[in-house]
């Protein structure tokens, strides 16, 4: 409460109407009214509305299978109840999959209060997606539409030993088994919601509960294919997202304990799986970090984190023809785990030392290896750069950032790289360091302007935000006619 009165309602103005859907909801051990709140729903819906009361189980897995288990649709899909749906959204998707004999489809989502969603799948409409040569494998929450009888008949239901990301393994069964993967992108079917008191159950979560996901999700990986390219399309997610995530800046302030934990967890799962081909698509903060747990002790990775974090870029050293990053190490540890030679994307690694507002314009100063032939931008919206020397200018238009981003609202990560600006490249147009081929922009020791407000055009907030990740982002927040008015008149 309250964005299950908003999820609820989304759900009751669907044009498919109630006669083309039922709604099954599970209250999973509620304190806050929303059991109440479902029943009351429940009577108004009288006949077409299921409410399951059950003591809490401590995540969504066993709430979906119950659900699951009650509804009788031809296709089912699956809403949190922070979240709401587009007033066509199940007819569109409905009417699709029918013309295609689509077993999943997905329908455009869009973040809400600047949720990041990747938008790489959402380029055009596809009948027939291919899971192992496509963005599909980056896209793998459930906020999809199944048909009924494939869940069935392969038993795919979501697995209650995992607290969180139970949604992975039931939507890529899915997927795998699938006769046909579609996507539809010309209308916002789902808005994820980002709650401004950050009580979602996974921004909850901490390490322990994480890497035992990685865990799981890797080695579901590894149980339903055998070592391979198609393996590797699906691991390469997996590794530049949940397991480079587990080993952010944020990293240097647990307790001893968790972060040997981490470090003992992701050594191991790099040592069996992080193969070549999955180390060439990955960032170079990443890859180095990566390896160093698979060969090194605690004290290696967080020497090395330590120095991206709080000293910025290490130098780079000559030998026998290759070039190494000078990371803490080096020279002790294999080398390889510091070849930097055929890595592009170091030399756009960029330092930000300084932002400030010009105008309609947010320009950002920064320090680099040295490339250059640079280019940046914020995913697919590029930015003008200048350089003199080591320093590196780059300019962002807020009107274009403004006019670009969804409704509700849009967070983007800042990258730099080698060569023209090319979000398309792959293995998909973004990974979690923004432009595929790219390298995150970081800010070891930058003052961020205050939150600048523009009222022109559509009425936002634009603000430079740093992720515990050490990553910038620009976050677009959309202002109602309240808060407009409210400023007018402070004004």
Not at 97 to 114: F, I, Q, R, T, Y
Not at 151 to 166: A, F, K, T
Not at 256 to 271: E, P
Request: aromatic residues 6%.
């Amino acid at each position: 409460m309250p964005y299950l009165t908003e999820c609820l309602e989304s759900l009751a103005a669907q044009s498919i109407g109630p006669a083309g859907m039922e709604i099954v909801a599970v209250d999973d051990g509620s304190t806050d009214g929303s059991g109440a709140e479902l029943d009351r729903f429940a009577r108004r819906w009288a006949g077409r509305m299921t409410v399951v009361h059950q003591p809490n189980s401590g995540g969504p897995a066993q709430p979906f299978n119950r659900g699951l288990e009650a509804s009788t649709g031809r296709y089912v899909f699956f809403a949190g109840a922070d979240d709401r749906l587009g007033p066509e959204a199940l007819e569109r998707m409905v009417t699709a999959a029918d013309e295609w004999g689509s077993d999943v489809l997905l329908g455009k989502v869009v973040g809400v209060n600047s949720r990041h969603i990747f938008q790489d799948i959402f380029v055009r409409d596809e009948a027939d997606l291919d899971l192992f040569d496509s963005p599909l494998p980056r896209s793998l929450a459930n906020t999809k539409l199944f048909r009924r009888s494939l869940l069935d008949s392969v038993g795919i239901r979501y697995r209650e030993d995992m607290r969180i990301g139970s949604d992975f393994p039931f939507t890529l069964a899915a997927c795998f088994h699938a006769r046909r993967v579609s996507v539809l992108t010309g209308y916002d079917f789902y808005y994820a919601v980002r709650r401004f008191s950050g009580t979602n159950v996974t921004y909850q979560s901490r390490q322990p509960l994480r890497v035992q996901t990685a865990e799981k999700i890797v080695g579901y990986v590894a149980e339903l294919l055998p070592a391979g390219k198609k393996r590797d399309a699906l691991m390469v997610r997996r590794f530049d997202h949940e397991l480079a995530r587990l080993l952010e800046d944020d990293l240097l302030g647990l307790d001893r304990a968790t972060q040997q934990m981490v470090h003992d967890s992701i050594g191991s799962i790099a040592a069996d799986h992080l193969t070549d081909e999955i180390a060439a698509q990955l960032a170079p903060e990443t890859r180095v970090r990566l390896t160093v747990a698979r060969d090194g002790d605690l004290d290696d990775l967080l020497a090395v984190i330590r120095q991206d974090a709080k000293h910025g870029l290490p130098k780079t050293v000559e030998r026998g023809g290759r070039r190494y990053a000078a990371y803490p190490g080096f020279g002790r540890l294999p080398d390889e785990d510091f070849d930097v030679t055929s890595m592009p994307d170091w030399d756009a690694k960029l330092d930000v030392t300084a932002a400030v507002w010009h105008r309609d314009q947010l320009v950002l100063t920064a320090t680099g290896n040295g490339a250059a032939d640079l280019s940046a931008g914020a995913e697919e919206i590029e930015a003008r750069v200048s350089r003199a020397g080591q320093r590196v200018e780059i300019r962002f238009d807020l009107p274009a950032l403004i006019a670009a981003s969804d409704t509700t609202g849009q967070r983007r990560i800042l990258s730099a790289q080698v060569g023209a600006y090319d979000p398309m490249k792959a293995p998909g147009r973004f990974n979690a360091t923004g432009a595929a081929g790219g390298a995150a922009l970081r800010a070891t020791k930058l003052d961020r302007p205050r939150p600048r407000v523009l009222l022109a055009g559509r009425p936002s907030v634009v603000a430079l935000v740093t992720e515990g990740s050490g990553r910038l982002l620009i976050s677009v927040i959309p202002l109602n006619a309240r808060q407009i008015a409210a400023r007018v008149t402070k004004r």
